[in-house]
């Protein structure tokens, strides 16, 4: 039987021992720095009881303030793709835990990394401003 990862809102609310993913913000970089699974990733950072962060490319046409329905929808999606994902979720709940991820009610923010205003104040990044500012 293949696991699911559900969606929907929980009928109740977390119980102690449970645990609670906080998606706390999102940081646009210039460079690619791609987590190869998000699954061990995620599970590293509940074992050392750390925060940790996720690099993935994000689709900028779909991310947005106004819809943050669709932003935890499109995280989730990347989310279910990742097989480590599943059998971390699928570990927990053998333990009787349960995983929750929990969005900020008005939004999640996004920032620029400092590697990308860095790259705006460079000469070539100053140029796509100009070249952006003009094409509106």
Do not use: C, W
Request: aromatic share 6%; hydrophobic share 30%; no cysteine.
């Amino acid at each position: 039987m293949e696991y699911q990862v559900q969606i929907d809102e929980p009928k109740t609310g977390p119980n102690k021992g449970d645990i609670i993913l906080e998606i706390t913000d999102v940081m646009l970089h210039s460079t690619l720095k791609e987590t190869k699974s998000v699954g061990k990733t995620i599970d590293r950072s509940i074992e050392q009881n750390q925060p940790g962060r996720i690099y993935s490319k994000i689709e900028t046409k779909n991310l947005s303030n106004e819809n943050t329905d669709n932003n935890k929808i499109q995280f989730l999606n990347m989310v279910k793709q990742d097989p480590n994902m599943i059998a971390m979720l699928q570990k927990y709940k053998q333990q009787g835990k349960r995983v929750f991820f929990h969005f900020p009610k008005e939004g999640v923010p996004v920032f620029a990394g400092k590697d990308t205003k860095e790259f705006m104040k460079s000469k070539n990044g100053k140029r796509i401003i100009r070249g952006v500012a003009k094409n509106k």
